[in-house]
């Protein structure tokens, strides 16, 4: 293909892409550009994304018409729209544009904090255990569990029928109360194990429980 004039709509797109940016750039930026934001969208793109030499025939051909102007800075040279081009907002599109604005900042924020918030959801959820693991400690405090109530009949049954010395009697009432109070702890401990697991799966409370074969009264 022979470097020839560009056509009007290769011209036209590339000058109204730097009115509707209106920043400076070179030519490369332009064509870096123009080939991420449309790649392959319109037919005029595809001879940008081959010859860069295009872009900078538009861009200068942009400069001939006065829609855009060009600086040599450090030997680069740089276009820009030419400011009489662009167009001016009024106060009422500015205060407009302003409450836009505003919105766009006050959902960021709400966004923000609603990630912030579910991040550290998630980091609960990393540090918890996982279901498998729930399953093996549920196993764990029913044996606990059935120990701990045989213990207290065996100790129950034993204060019944065997004579106990007045002396001991304090010491054994206090083991008592304790096994029973550890017992107590580690029931609580597997009800809410069982209804963190009934959360996390289709089960009701109740099948779970039958399923388990765990008492919980």
Not at 125 to 142: D, G
């Amino acid at each position: 293909m022979s470097k020839g004039q560009p056509d009007e709509s290769t011209i036209e797109a590339v000058c109204n892409y730097m009115l509707q940016q209106n920043r400076p750039y070179s030519a490369v930026d332009v064509w870096n550009n123009l080939r991420q934001e449309y790649p392959k969208a319109a037919s005029f793109l595809l001879s940008l994304n081959d010859f860069l030499w295009q872009v900078v025939k538009c861009l200068d051909i942009g400069v001939e018409r006065k829609i855009l102007c060009e600086k040599l800075i450090s030997k680069q040279k740089i276009y820009f729209a030419d400011q009489s081009k662009i167009k001016k907002c009024n106060e009422e599109e500015l205060r407009v544009m302003n409450e836009a604005i505003a919105s766009k900042k006050s959902r960021q924020t709400d966004l923000s904090n609603e990630l912030k918030a579910l991040k550290s959801e998630l980091k609960t959820y990393e540090t918890s255990l996982s279901i498998e693991e729930m399953y093996a400690l549920r196993e764990r405090l029913k044996t606990e569990i059935k120990e701990m109530e045989l213990h207290i009949s065996n100790v129950e049954e034993s204060a019944k029928t065997v004579a106990i010395n007045k002396t001991k009697k304090p010491d054994l009432v206090a083991k008592l109360e304790s096994y029973k109070k550890q017992c107590k702890e580690r029931k609580r401990l597997a009800e809410s194990i069982v209804e963190t697991i009934c959360e996390n799966t289709d089960l009701s409370k109740k099948k779970l429980i039958d399923e388990m074969g765990f008492e919980m009264e």
